[in-house]
């Protein structure tokens, strides 16, 4: 051994880091069902959860695989499932049901192309807007954009510790890219990461109020089977549990279960900037986009063009004041995305600055090159 | 002393129920039976999805979960295996189970998970206004079949025995004594156990169908339920329209949770 014993250096791919990653932040349920390209993450908890005190099960389907962490979670134990796009469809009910009852869960959902079967084997950024807005209502989520490898492991665990925080599913979009891509990672000592376990409240069983307000919005978490009684639904309710049409209670919680994402924005909002402080461009990328975007900044700044990268890491929320803020400067934007200008738009909004596409929606990835012709497209 | 309001949530009454509805006997029968079965409070859960009898989980004082439409056994596959010491209890309709759960239906019975599935029988989607479902008999009428139903109905029980449940019964509401039982033994089956309730509703399957009241329906149950021990010898003509009740299986297989385990012994062991 040299010099690295203290590290934990690997080759892996996007997937295969997802569920070791799942499996530091201290996962131990999983449910899922077959498809490409999410399938690894499966095939990897399916070896490993059994010998790590975890359960795994393949369900029948995806509205079942959700169903079932839901319910594991409710029990007090940390619970992912990962798909695709057409899983992602089906289980959208259910994310709807764990925002509402504040269970927290984390679904992975490697991109591919969509609508319907679309291209099952290729990579795609389709489903960012359905991340946020997928299940019906008006409803909190947190959705994490990894572009590499080592990304997809801190991501995953950072997307556990969102969802025990602040009781809400959390989303992690990987595409194929980075599910399957190999990349050498050095998995950071366990001492170094956060972990995060949902907090647990210390009242008597008798005086315990399930979805009680407390300053940080979040409601105190008792595990079914500890002791307390309560009643889950996914009907409006008021803070016992039980269902309530009462037109200020039901406001009242809508409006609690946003706020408690609204109000910690600045603790969930992560992102990277690159070569931003003097930009004219500024270039917006998220996840296999963003290694492109990356490249093509690094190749326009050797010919002197002032361009930039905003890279966030956290999605939804959207970082739309921080991206105003650092494009102040700047008199074009460019999005790249594997889409038909999902995140462009909302790009468009927070900034009202000139916003250019770069789009690819044929299941290839946006080469370097493409987003250095339209620097120089935009530059002239 | 057995005494209902000690397993109630008593301030949540009145219920949501109709006057003549099967659920109210269905929830006391199923209450008499946990108090047989000396079962503690804290280590029941019941799930439900969407319907008319999935409001039950509201008015007892158990962990309870009010689910998605046709989910609850989903659910509770998740939280069993999460947590294996929990008596799960799962209380659904004709239409929650067999429709839109209908695949989580079979799957659960396949797995032979350590579940006792209640499943209320009356025909019919109360909760949204009286449509057809997959068990309204053919020729009955519902606001989606007004000319009467043109599909074959579905034998919720029938179905649990082929997809694997150990342990399957069938009842009605007016042979509570009998319901009782069954729930109990359920209850105790280490597997996958599904008792299946014929439930009147007065409101929206007897009205359009000319069933009369609910004490008629009581009465049709009473006189139209053939014990399965009969039933065996008689006739598929003589069977017809008739309600078989009794334990029509109860066998040994190997349940899930166990299987899980002895799966993480062997692999930790190697």
Redesign the interface.
Known sequence: MTSSNNTDTRLMTGNEACAEAALVAGMR?F?GYPITPSSEIAEVLARKL??S?G?F?Q???E???I???????????K?MTATSGPGFSLMQ??IG?AAMTEVPVVIVNVQRGGPSTGLPTLPSQSDVMQARWGTHGDHPVIAVVPSTVYETFVWTIKAFNFSEQYRVPVIVLLDEIIAHINEKITIPAHDELAIIDRTLSSQPPESYLPYKNTPSGVPLFA???T?????????CHDETG??SSNARIVEELYLRLNRKIDQHRNDIIEYQTLDLDDAEICIVAYGSSARSAQRAVRIARQDGIKVGLFKPFVLWPFPGEELAELTRKAKTIIVPEMNLGQIAHEVSCATRKDVVSVNRVDGTLITPQEIVKRIYDVQV | MFRYEYYL?NK?FPHIWCTGCGCGIILKSLLRAIDRSALS???I?L?SGIGCSSRT??YV????????HG?AL??????????P??KVIVVSGDGDATAIGG??F??TARRNIDITAIIYNNHIYGMTGGQASPTTPLGKRGSTAPYGSIEPDFDISGLAIAAGASFVARSTCYHAVQLDKFIEKGLSKKGFSLIEVLSPCPTYYSRPNRLGTAVDMMRWYKENSIPFARAKDMSAEERRDKVITGILHDIERPEFCEE?KR??ER??GT
């Open positions: 349920f449910a059994p010998s005190g359960v099960i369900m029948e389907d509205i079942g695989s169903a079932a962490i839901i319910g594991a979670s409710l029990a007090g134990v619970a009910e259910n049901y595990g079914f089977g002791g307390y009684r309560y009643h889950v639904t996914g009907l039980f269902p | 949530r949540h409070k804290d280590e859960a799930i989980p509201g004082d158990f962990n309870t979960l009010h689910t998605t989910r989903a659910f509770a596959t998740g939280l069993k295996l999460a947590k010491d929990l695949n989580h079979i799957h899980y799966l993480t692999v930790k």
